[in-house]
């Protein structure tokens, strides 16, 4: 037994989070099934031996590079995982790791994906123009809400709220795509820090909001920012300086596939989707 860190990525649109909680389906039971099938850990044991994660996503936001790390026997690759895990958590890349390595607090960088979507002002239907956003306010908002400051007013954390993300945002239409990273995160701070800059972008509040945002005293409820929802948001990337991850090329293989099928059938549900909409307003 060594100790070794695993890349896991999942859709997390059927799971109530990464972190086990009793009666709801979360990745890390996924995660510990597959660990107890594949005898790596005893059905008694609480959780494998030495083990941690990056960190805890919330109830429908998805990963790419989720990390676990554990003592675990040689044999035990991703592509061995992946035998006992459900289709929608693959294990793709795996390091070794010092002994004392520890998933959580040894992440010098975490980064998140928000695919927010934001026609153009000229789109075609009402709902979409509806949902416009100005491209250079957003972008505004996003500067304004880099580099370290409290944010106890964005997250329902009550201590240890101080962070210095880094937020950049890039067009990809009829999508924003938001890019946040820090060293941390205090819980939903990523879905609010974009849902603040999405009401900024749209006209909703002033840029000045953010100084509003930054000041000690609490917002009162009517001026609070609700986190953004949680299926557009993934965990794209954990930077840990000391490891060398390796990736398994027939998991990843594997996963590739499974991921490729599903946003075949999602686009094909919008299609149908789009079908009605259309149908609806033409009879």
Known sequence: MRKRAFRIAYDGTGYYGFQRQPDVPTVEDAIFDALVSLEVVSADANKPLGYAAAGRTDAGVSALAQTVAFEAPDWLTPRAMNAELPADVRAWAASD???DFHATHDA???????HLYAPLANASSRLESEQAIDDDRFRAACDALSGH?????????DHNTERAPTLEAARDDPYFVVSVSAGGFARELVRRLVSLAHSIAS???????VDRVFAPEPLPGHEGVAPAPPEPLVLTDVDYPALAFERDDRAAASAREIFET???DRRT????AGQLSDGVDGR
């Not at 010098?108 to 928000?114: H, K, L, S, V």
């Not at 006209?203 to 909001?209: F, I, Q, R, S, V």
């Open 149 to 157: 400051h409290d944010f106890h007013n964005l997250t329902p954390d």
């Open 108 to 114: 010098a960088r975490r980064e998140y994906t928000y």
């Open 97 to 99: 790791a010092p002994p």
């Open 262 to 264: 599903r946003r075949i």
């Open 203 to 209: 006209g909703e509040a002033p840029l000045e909001k």
């Open 269 to 272: 549900a919008g299609r149908v």
